[in-house]
């Protein structure tokens, strides 16, 4: 087969497994990202491999199939932007701060000493606890809006306080490298990196603010075949690539921002149907499943399985603990603030991205690294189905919000 029909090949069962697995999930009363998760498990090289199968010659197959996940969790945190607005987020940024700061805080402290524990020197033990800190909340959003909570008081509070989870662990991450790797210069470059953030949200927020709604009326007095909806993924992109190159940022974190502000404009409901239709029937299964594609059991190292329960366990409480804490201090109630603290407890990408940055500078050693890689596929399981438990009856009021 031409490397073409390989690929062809390939996403025509990505997509019918993912599909059957989510409906069979959904029978079984969880939700249908669990089983996207576990047949990208089952379909990767844990199990059958199958973008290495003896009929796929293609080297770079593997790699397309993971950048179109990629696409998809950008569209998916898009989505969820869209579905908010600026004025639920600014009501709930207390509990974002205190959720989002304990949230990083615990974990990699925790994480730290259970490093010291293992034998780590301190270098080592602190990025342990680093690769502990990052939050995936694309697993949690998805779950969050399968269960329509996602404008519920949680729900919001989940989403803001991932983004200042993200902004502190790459704060973090780039000061423990600049201070690690540099004599000189440590300060500045953590002031650097600092700046490139906040120019980054200054000129993401003008953008949004000032120019997008303007982008979006011309567009749509313009005869162009689904016009808005490319715009809608222009900017999407846009965003995504402005967040990692000017503010060293997560790309989902842009493309949620680029929904926020999209989510302002009157032309909102125009295309917003066409991006679900796009991202839930190709994009967002891709990726689900994909996830399980990175993911080799065979290279988790038996002598690490003590380490890898270890470092599981404190990387669920010190999310429950940190996030859950915060959501308390913020004046939500203690089933909130569980229902909360589970939201943060998926690593996925996020977590896997870290400890290679980890792993290529030295940081941790094969044994941890292992340990972390079971740390993260852990932790994206039992998120879904924790979630859907969490949220039952009596479930919290979803924020009412009037309309203007």
């Not at 060293?248 to 409901?269: C, D, N, Q, S, V």
């Not at 949220?391 to 919000?401: D, G, M, S, T």
């Amino acid at each position: 087969m031409s490397p073409f029909l390989q690929l062809a090949f390939v996403l025509s069962i990505i997509l019918l497994a993912a599909k059957a697995a989510g409906y069979l999930s959904t029978r079984l009363g969880q939700p249908s990202v669990l089983g996207e998760l576990l047949v990208g498990l089952l379909l990767g090289p844990s199990l059958l491999d199958l973008t290495h199968l003896y009929i796929i010659t293609d080297t770079h197959l593997t790699e397309i199939v993971i950048e179109l996940g990629e696409l998809g969790v950008l569209i998916l945190m898009f989505l969820a932007g869209l579905e908010l607005h600026f004025s639920e987020l600014i009501r709930n940024v207390r509990v974002s701060v205190f959720s989002g700061f304990l949230g990083v805080v615990t974990p990699v402290g925790l994480g730290w000493l259970l490093g010291i524990l293992f034998g780590l020197d301190g270098q080592q033990a602190f990025f342990l606890g680093l690769s502990l800190g990052a939050t995936s909340v694309s697993i949690s959003a998805q779950t969050l809006m399968e269960l329509k909570m996602l404008r519920s008081r949680v729900g919001l509070g989940l989403l803001g306080a991932a983004v200042l989870d993200d902004i502190l662990v790459i704060l973090l991450l780039s000061t423990f490298l600049a201070l690690i790797t540099s004599t000189t210069g440590g300060l500045v470059s953590i002031l650097i990196v600092f700046g490139r953030m906040l120019l980054f949200l200054l000129l993401s927020a003008a953008f949004g603010l000032w120019v997008l709604p303007y982008l979006t009326r011309k567009i749509n007095e313009l005869s162009i075949s689904y016009g808005l909806t490319t715009l809608a993924l222009v900017v999407m992109l846009v965003y995504g690539l402005a967040a990692e190159l000017i503010g060293e940022m997560a790309a989902i974190t842009g493309t949620f921002l680029a929904g926020l502000m999209l989510a302002r404009t009157p032309e909102k409901l125009q295309f917003e149907d066409n991006l679900q239709a796009v991202a839930y029937s190709f994009f967002v299964p891709i990726f689900f499943v994909t996830i399980g594609l990175s993911i080799d059991l065979h290279t988790l190292e038996i002598s690490a399985l003590w380490i890898s329960l270890a470092v599981s366990v404190i990387a669920i409480l010190g999310k429950l603990l940190g996030a859950g804490l915060g959501a308390r201090l913020a004046s939500f109630s203690w089933r909130e603030s569980i229902q909360l603290g589970i939201g943060m407890v998926s690593r996925g990408e996020v977590g896997l991205i870290v400890a290679k940055v980890g792993l290529d500078a030295g940081l941790l050693n094969s044994v941890a690294f292992s340990a972390v890689i079971a740390m993260v596929l852990i932790t994206t399981l039992v998120t879904p189905p924790l979630l859907r438990t969490a949220f039952k009856q009596p479930a919290v009021k979803p924020v009412v919000i009037a309309e203007t």
